[in-house]
């Protein structure tokens, strides 16, 4: 029953992967301009900044020592006080040539409705928790190679500093989504269960896409 749970979801992420989103399908081409990868940048750091405390709330919500000891590690790698992810980011926002205070832009709509639905996914029973996390950092490792590839190819953008965050995240999100399957395998039981972690890491996976929506229509 386990193993099957972990299929279907394997089976659901790549059905709405976003690798097969449009606006990152254009970036791997080169086909979006430089300021559309600018307003990215900005919405996309909203995300990349509350990221920390969804693991936290999922973290907080957890029955178990050994799953909170393993989680705690992820945290403390996104919020690593010498070099935090959120500043990985502001160091590709760099390289695009936005200045700092450039990142407190207003969010568009589609953000701000992905930023809500991802909290409330964290809040709930950690399962589904870990399911909307998962959701997320199932894709980020290879959307990061497509984004990284594309911006050296197309963008001319060979600075190893505005291109951290890719590296880091093509390789650290293998290891993270192993803790959320880990998780769900051992602990998602029943049917009930389940059911609810599948249709978890399915509106997270929506509302990202969505905010993606969002993006293109704005900038593109």
């Given at each position: 029953?386990?193993?099957?749970?972990?299929?279907?979801?394997?089976?659901?992420?790549?059905?709405?992967?976003?690798?097969?989103?449009?606006?990152?399908?254009?970036?791997?081409?080169?086909?979006?301009?430089?300021?559309?990868?600018?307003?990215?940048?900005?919405?996309?750091?909203?995300?990349?900044?509350?990221?920390?405390?969804?693991?936290?709330?999922?973290?907080?919500?957890?029955?178990?020592?050994?799953?909170?000891?393993?989680?705690?590690?992820?945290?403390?790698?996104?919020?690593?006080?010498?070099?935090?992810?959120?500043?990985?980011?502001?160091r590709f926002a760099d390289g695009l040539g936005l200045k700092r205070n450039e990142m407190d832009a207003k969010m568009l709509?589609?953000?701000?409705?992905?930023?809500?639905?991802?909290q409330k996914l964290s809040s709930n029973d950690f399962l589904e928790g870990a399911a909307a996390l998962l959701g997320y950092?199932?894709?980020?490792?290879?959307?990061?190679?497509?984004?990284?590839?594309?911006?050296?190819?197309?963008?001319?953008?060979?600075?190893?500093?505005?291109?951290?965050?890719?590296?880091?995240?093509?390789?650290?999100?293998?290891?993270?989504?192993?803790?959320?399957?880990?998780?769900?395998?051992?602990?998602?039981?029943?049917?009930?269960?389940?059911?609810?972690?599948?249709?978890?890491?399915?509106?997270?996976?929506?509302?990202?896409?969505?905010?993606?929506?969002?993006?293109?229509?704005?900038?593109?």
């Open positions: 029953m386990a193993k099957n749970i972990i299929k279907l979801l394997e089976k659901d992420i790549k059905e709405r992967h976003l690798s097969k989103h449009k606006f990152y399908q254009l970036w791997n081409e080169g086909k979006v301009s430089m300021d559309a990868l600018r307003g990215y940048a900005q919405q996309y750091y909203k995300f990349v900044a509350e990221f920390p405390r969804l693991v936290s709330r999922v973290h907080s919500n957890t029955p178990y020592e050994e799953e909170r000891l393993t989680i705690l590690e992820n945290l403390n790698e996104e919020e690593n006080p010498k070099l935090p992810h959120s500043e990985l980011w502001l709509p589609e953000t701000k409705k992905m930023l809500k639905e991802m950092e199932s894709q980020i490792s290879e959307i990061a190679k497509l984004k990284m590839d594309g911006l050296k190819k197309h963008y001319g953008m060979k600075d190893a500093r505005a291109l951290e965050f890719f590296k880091v995240h093509s390789k650290v999100d293998i290891e993270h989504q192993k803790t959320w399957k880990k998780m769900i395998a051992k602990h998602a039981r029943t049917k009930e269960q389940q059911a609810k972690v599948r249709k978890s890491l399915n509106k997270s996976m929506k509302a990202m896409w969505n905010m993606l929506d969002g993006v293109y229509r704005k900038y593109c």
